[in-house]
């Protein structure tokens, strides 16, 4: 059974860096995409960014282009999230998700599936971010 399990978050103030990462257990994640959602109280869960393990075909909300940076190491089953120059908004638990696909799911577009979250099946526990002004 695939399981998730992310680390790497914290209390940061604007302007600072943050790095998130999720360890994959339980299957040969060649043909997944692995994402990262995040949700803020009070709010519904938001598609961060996401990559396909295979051929590291990505996409990012627009609220975190330039500025964030999703990546996988493929011989540790890790997927990470660089965050550069955080804003208070940016602060929410912060959830790695995964899903087996047989396409890209609109990755490297705009829109398609994999920016859902019901998307995906299966979901690590989450990590807060907190960004203070």
């Known amino acids: 059974q695939v399981q998730l399990a992310e680390s790497g978050g914290g209390l940061v103030q604007a302007g600072d860096s943050l790095r998130l990462s999720c360890a994959a257990f339980?299957?040969?994640?060649?043909?997944?995409?692995m994402g990262w959602f995040r949700q803020a109280p009070g709010k519904e869960r938001e598609f961060v960014s996401a990559?396909?393990?295979?051929?590291?075909?990505?996409s990012y909300a627009d609220s975190v282009k330039d500025r964030f940076t999703i990546s996988r190491d493929i011989s540790k089953n890790t997927m990470s999230l660089q965050m550069w120059s955080l804003k208070p908004e940016d602060t929410a638990v912060y959830f790695c998700?995964?899903?087996?696909?047989?396409?890209?799911?609109?990755?490297?577009?705009?829109?398609?599936?994999?920016?859902?979250?019901?998307?995906?099946?299966?979901w690590g526990q989450g990590t807060q971010v907190t960004v203070s002004s």
């Open positions: 998700a995964a899903s087996r696909q047989k396409d890209s799911g609109g990755l490297g577009q705009s829109a398609g599936p994999l920016f859902l979250a019901n998307t995906y099946p299966y």
């Open positions: 339980g299957d040969t994640f060649t043909n997944y995409a």
């Open positions: 990559i396909m393990w295979g051929d590291g075909t990505r």
